[in-house]
């Protein structure tokens, strides 16, 4: 089998003490690649050498909306500078996030440096990872305003069916992870459904979001093969055939 994990945050400090371990088991359940996303600069960079460090890591860096309002617009020049790696397929993760943000400027912050960091993109010719949380409308707006002509993936997908077939009409694909599995998990196994699999990404968020059955445990990239198997199971197709197409997906999305 050949997966890939195309989310998650192996820079964080949940994996400080065994992360050689954590990509092995990765390769021996057949995640042969695995991309990791910054937040904030700091982490931006982590990921950049980490990804220098194993084969078969990627990076994408950018600035998380939870952390819009410490960006500084000098911090556009070295994301630049870090997107010059080769490493680095994407930007992100980028986005919205209402969860956590109440406030009305921050909000909007959010939405400005959400923006900045697309015309980032468009510069560098890579494609986007969108982070949106409760903020679907003002997600989905943005992307046909200022998104054109760029790619991308909703991670960690919590929309409606709706919301997805607009990002799909977008070119955007959809990035499923540990909820699809759980046992209260209603609308998302609908939309897996019935999106197009030419649309569908597969990824873990690791160390977060951990799937059935290590639910509520410390998340990795061997775990998305549960992911797989549980989109299998729901659109009645082999894993093997999951496998080979959200794989052909991430290789189209990231150049990989
Ligand atoms: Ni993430």
Known sequence: MNLVDTHC?????????????????????????????????????????????????????????EEAFQMQKSDDERIIQLAEDSHVVAIGEIGLDYYWEKDSDRRKLQREIF????????????????????????????????????????????????IAMEAIKLGFFIGVDGPITFKNSKKLPEIVREIPRDFLLIETDSPYMS??????????????????????????????????????????????
């Open 9 to 65: 945050h192996l820079d964080d400090e949940k994996f400080s003490e065994d992360l050689a371990e954590v990509v092995n088991r990765a390769r021996e359940s057949g995640v042969n690649r695995i991309i990791n996303f910054g937040d904030r600069l700091a982490t931006s960079n982590r990921v950049v050498e980490i990804a220098r460090e194993f084969d078969g890591l990627f990076a994408g860096v950018g600035i998380h909306p």
């Open 115 to 162: 923006i900045r960091q697309i015309d980032l993109a468009r510069q560098l010719h890579l494609p986007i990872c969108v982070h949106d949380r409760e903020a679907h409308g003002d997600t989905i707006e943005i992307l046909k305003r200022e998104a054109h002509g760029i790619r991308g993936v909703l991670h960690c997908f919590s929309g409606s069916l709706e």
């Open 211 to 256: 799937p059935t059955p290590n639910r509520g445990k410390r998340n990795e990239p061997a775990f998305v093969k549960f992911v797989a198997e549980k989109i299998a199971e729901i659109r009645g197709e082999s894993l093997d055939e999951v496998a080979r197409y959200t794989t052909r997906n991430a290789e189209d999305l990231y150049s990989i």
